[in-house]
């Protein structure tokens, strides 16, 4: 029973808050930034969309550290409950004890909270985020008859893939009207090139034909692949190659496996990447 | 050589070893291809041709002959006739790739174009070799179908053909390549045609008049050829600009040899088709082209022909689409402007980027605007084709006015069937066993409405199974899936503190601890989607009928209980031109009045072809969006029709075949069935327990439900 109950408490607690000291790696692709830092003036959240990979993690860690909030992430699964998102009650010495669960932490302190990949999260979630996420911007802990009044500081922001989910976990209207969306998309080839360089320290010729590996797979979308490689494969392909493994092995490793379990699409991104390697 | 399939034929398994006489290969072949014979065309030389060869030889020839007359005996002819000289060069899997490749000929593009494969077995065997370490079309088709996709342009098909070359749109490769003994290398080659034959529809080839330039020589053929070396040497250099790794792999393949000097210049970036045609000039009197590894072909007309086609498709969805986003422009009150002539602009970048891909920026009104992605998609490919957007391509025209037409895929054995033209006529390959492979758009089938029945049969049914009906209405209630709070568990979202109270009570007294401590929601979601298929056919005449019928009545009771999404189809057919779909209930359907009185409408048909039938529910239910996706089939018997030899082996291998595709595509088959000797096809049909024998007809109705009730619990 013990170890049942330390797993409830680790689960609890490792979200921890953190607080970036260092200026991440971000690259502005529009303007973003200023449309961000006016959503956290006015006190309204925000949505990001786009495709796995595209840099949106990134984006807000580097708001984070521009707006110099704590930023907490919670990614979302299948099984994320709004009791832990909020919080629940747990046993220690013969007592119960309330604890606080990420999205309350947030709200305390006046943290940015950062709901990734929001549509998994189970659809009683929605019940909490709704009063934090209009002009109310109240956090109900219905468990401990509390409500709280978040600070100004306090940000609530989501994350959303409009590709791959089914229609069965779109995102309803009554959720999505609350938030400011802005959309990501990879970059462009330039851009992409010098994000390939700075991250991974490679050289411009091996970048140039990553980029051009990335459109390749990017034709493929809907015709075998759900997604086609992200800036993020890239990177890592490029450190693999940064660090001396040769490029048609990184590919494989990074893109083509990372992309998909099929033989005959696995077949298909080695041989488009022997033909650029 | 491997050993062909046993034959079914007593005659042709008599005194193995022996090579069979003249005579008896010709009474053999006689038999078989009588339909085509007559006083003055008989298979006495053929049977002489034939009677040289091995006992094995003769075995595969009159296996082939006896599969291939059952699909058309004039064809069946045409082989044996050529079959002698063909097994001189090739290997028995060669042959019967060169076989398939001729009946795929038949079955798409009829018995002269069929025929002519036969008699160009010549022409096969040099590219095919004679080789284990050939590699076929089909088994690199589906990984170069991706690797074209992943390349950039505009979306190509593959297909096979007897020459590489491409119509623009479709890339064609050779059946089967086998000039290196190493299967790699084989399989590079094909990569390497594919890449020059994209390259050619990418880089420009045939935006030059092709065929009037040759023309103007006095051999226009060897003109062609020349200038197809000069278009390879050019699309070599922008593919090593494109793909640096595949140049790589080319040059290895193809030996470091230089290229004539003269030709040089056509490795420059900046040059186009024109220059290979003004080339042309100069080498055609004393230059003979190298004989190259991955020959590709130059065919002027087949591109021109689809280009055309395409351009003029092609400007009309522009005009369409721009169009459109002008309406959304205005709707959205940016432009306020009742100007109707060309308002957009198009500027060029100088130069397009490696890859060939052009930079481009749309302007409205002077005002640059983001292209939605179908109109970039026009813009790329048109510039493929022109290099340029022409400003008459730019000239908006109201949505509505053109709708582009589709290409039917026909056979032109249908044209006497009076489904040619018709649209709603749908096509599907059947699955020749004796063959292995599939016979191409083999069945044409039409989706009909069933003519409504009498209003009350639905009522009688209900009163007839009243308490049936009760009974049934509360088990399914109970399936309902709902959110229900499971204490005592293992694994959970929340501490279930009763639990833990207990648990306290019990370590205290000394006894063992549970670890079930907590609790968990669950939701049961029924997320599931099921196609009923009834036979039609007409041995279901009767009171079969009548029980089939109630049923669906009181299938759907349940159905409609339980929520779960469904559709009724029912199915028919008399031979593989004239195959039936009878739409009962569609998924997007509720169960209203026209659907109870179209299910008392459900009236005996013709006969059972299945195969095609599954096929096309597969393609409905593949439509809908579920978790568990099941395709119920009721039956009386086994798979059945008038012609084809489509009763017995053959039916059943055909459905067994589509449900193995229905299967692979994520649908889980099923079949009740009232035929007490099912037990004799179905598992070989179905698998092992996804069938169910119901041995009483009139318990049907009773039974169905039930059934469906264990399957989805």
Redesign the interface.
């Known amino acids: ?1 013990r170890s ?2 330390s797993q ?1 408490q680790t689960k609890a607690l490792n979200t921890e808050a953190r607080i970036i000291e260092k200026e991440p790696y971000y690259e502005s692709v529009g303007d973003e930034i200023a449309l961000f830092e006016s959503a956290y003036q006015c006190l309204i959240p925000v949505l990001l969309k786009g495709p796995t990979g595209c840099g949106k993690t990134r984006f807000m860690e580097y708001m984070a550290w521009r707006l110099k909030r704590p930023l907490i992430t919670v990614s979302c699964h299948d ?1 994320l ?1 709004a ?2 998102l909020v919080g ?4 220690t010495n ?1 007592e ?1 004890v309330w604890v606080d669960g990420p999205l309350a932490r947030a709200v305390r302190v006046g943290a940015i909270c950062y709901l990734d990949e929001v549509v998994e999260a189970r659809k009683d979630t929605t019940v909490v985020i709704h009063p934090l996420a209009d002009d109310r911007r109240i956090l109900s802990m219905e468990k401990r008859g509390e409500l709280l009044q978040a600070p100004r500081e306090f940000l609530l922001a989501m994350s959303y893939n409009p590709g791959y989910q ?3 976990k779109e995102l309803k209207q009554s959720t999505r009207q609350r938030f400011i969306a802005i959309d990501f998309n990879y970059p462009d080839s330039a851009l992409e090139k010098k994000i390939v360089m700075a991250e991974a320290g490679i050289d411009a010729g091996n970048a140039d ?1 990553l980029i ?1 590996l990335a ?3 990017r ?2 979308k809907d ?2 692949l759900d997604e086609g490689a992200s800036t993020r494969l890239l990177v890592h392909a490029a450190k693999l190659i940064k660090r001396g493994i040769a490029p ?1 092995t990184a590919c494989h490793g990074a893109i083509a496996e990372a992309l998909s379990d099929d033989p ?2 696995l ?3 080695d ?7 | 050589m491997n050993l062909p399939p046993p034959c079914s034929d007593p005659r042709l398994t008599v005194a193995a070893g022996e090579p069979r006489t003249a005579d008896e290969v010709e009474s053999a072949l006689d038999e078989q291809l009588d339909a085509v014979l007559s006083t003055r065309r008989t298979v006495t030389r053929i049977a002489a041709a034939l009677a040289p060869l091995t006992r094995h030889e003769q075995d595969f020839v009159l296996h082939w002959v006896a599969v291939i007359a059952r699909t058309n005996p004039e064809m069946a002819f045409q082989f044996a006739a050529a079959a002698p000289q063909a097994l001189a060069t090739l290997d028995s899997a060669a042959a019967e790739a060169w076989i398939i490749q001729a009946m795929d000929t038949y079955d798409r593009e009829g018995l002269y174009l069929g025929s002519q494969v036969f008699k160009r077995s010549t022409e096969f065997a040099q590219l095919a070799g004679a080789s284990t370490a050939a590699v076929t079309f089909e088994d690199v088709v ?3 179908q ?2 074209v ?4 342009g505009r979306r190509m098909k593959l297909d096979a053909a007897a020459q590489a070359y491409t119509d623009t749109e479709t890339l064609f490769l050779p059946p089967r390549i086998a000039l290196s003994p190493d299967k790699n290398t084989n399989f590079l080659i094909y ?1 390497i045609i594919l ?1 020059l034959l994209w390259a050619q529809s990418r880089f420009g080839t045939f935006n030059a008049d092709l065929q009037t330039a040759c023309d103007a020589y006095t051999d226009p053929q060897r003109a062609l050829e020349l200038l197809n070396y000069l278009e390879t040497l050019r699309l070599e250099a922008c593919v090593a600009r494109a ?4 140049a790589r ?1 080319m040059t290895q393949l193809r030996g470091d040899e230089q290229p004539d000097p003269r030709c040089l210049p056509l490795r420059a970036p900046t040059a186009t088709v024109h220059d290979s045609i003004s080339m042309l000039a100069g080498l055609y009197t004393d230059f003979t082209p190298p004989p190259c590894s991955y020959a590709t072909t130059l065919q002027p007309l087949h591109a021109a022909a689809t280009r055309r086609a395409r351009l003029a498709d092609e400007k009309n969805e522009l005009q369409a689409a721009l169009g459109r986003l002008l309406e959304e422009k205005e709707a959205s009150g940016d432009h306020v402007s009742a100007r109707p002539t060309s308002r957009f602009s198009l500027k060029l970048a100088a130069a397009p980027d490696q ?1 060939g891909n052009a930079q481009y920026e749309l302007s409205l009104d002077a005002e640059p605007v983001t292209p939605p992605e179908n109109i970039k998609q026009l813009f790329d490919s048109i510039l493929q084709d022109l290099g340029e957007i022409p400003d008459d391509y730019l000239v908006a025209t109201g949505a509505g006015g053109y709708r582009k037409s589709k290409p039917v895929e026909q056979d032109p054995a249908d044209v006497w069937k009076g489904v040619y033209h018709e649209e709603g006529a749908f096509f599907y390959n059947e699955w020749d066993h004796k063959r292995r492979h599939y016979r191409k758009n083999w069945c044409v089938l039409r989706e009909l409405d069933v003519h409504p029945g009498s209003a009350g049969f639905t009522e009688l049914t209900l009163k007839k199974y009243a308490p049936q009906v009760a009974q049934l209405k509360r088990t399914f209630e109970l399936m309902r899936g709902e959110d229900r709070l499971l204490r005592r568990q293992q694994n959970g ?3 279930d ?1 009763d639990a ?1 109270i207990a ?2 009570a019990d ?1 205290k007294s000394g006894m063992e ?1 549970t ?1 079930r ?2 609790v968990k ?1 669950h939701k049961s979601e029924r ?1 599931l989607a099921v196609m009923f298929m009834v036979d039609m056919s007409g041995s279901t005449k009767g009171w079969i009928n009548d029980a089939e019928r109630e049923a669906l009545v009181m299938l759907c009771q349940a159905l409609e209980v339980l929520g779960d999404r469904y559709a009724i189809y029912g199915f028919s057919g008399l031979t593989r031109k004239r195959c039936e779909i009878y739409r009962v209930k569609r998924f997007d359907e509720p169960y209203a009045d026209m659907v109870k009185n179209r299910i008392a409408g459900i009236q005996p048909q013709d006969y059972t072809r299945m195969g095609v039938a599954i096929r096309h529910l597969t393609t409905l239910l593949n439509q809908v ?1 579920a978790r568990t996706k099941l395709l119920i089939t009721l039956s009386d018997g086994k798979p059945d029709d008038y012609s084809d030899n489509y009763r017995g082996e053959y039916g059943i291998e055909d459905t067994r075949r589509a449900l193995i595709e229905a299967h692979r595509s994520g649908i889980k088959p099923f079949c009740i069935t009232i035929d007490h000797e099912a037990r004799e096809y179905l598992p070989h049909m179905y698998g092992p327990v996804n069938w169910t024998l119901v041995d009483d007809v009139a318990r049907l109705p009773l039974k169905v439900a039930d059934i469906y009730r264990r399957l989805t619990t």
């Open positions: 029973m049942k109950i409830l099984d409950t009791s832990d629940r009650y747990l046993i013969n119960t089914s229609v069965l034909k051009k459109h390749m797979t034709n493929l015709n075998g048609r005959e699409m077949r298909a991104v041989e488009l990447t022997s033909s650029l390697f | 589906h990984v170069l991706l690797f996709c992943g390349l950039s990569k890449t793909l640096p790794g595949l792999e890859e979202d929340d501490i503190f833990v648990a306290y370590m601890l670890d401590l907590l929601r997320d969006e």
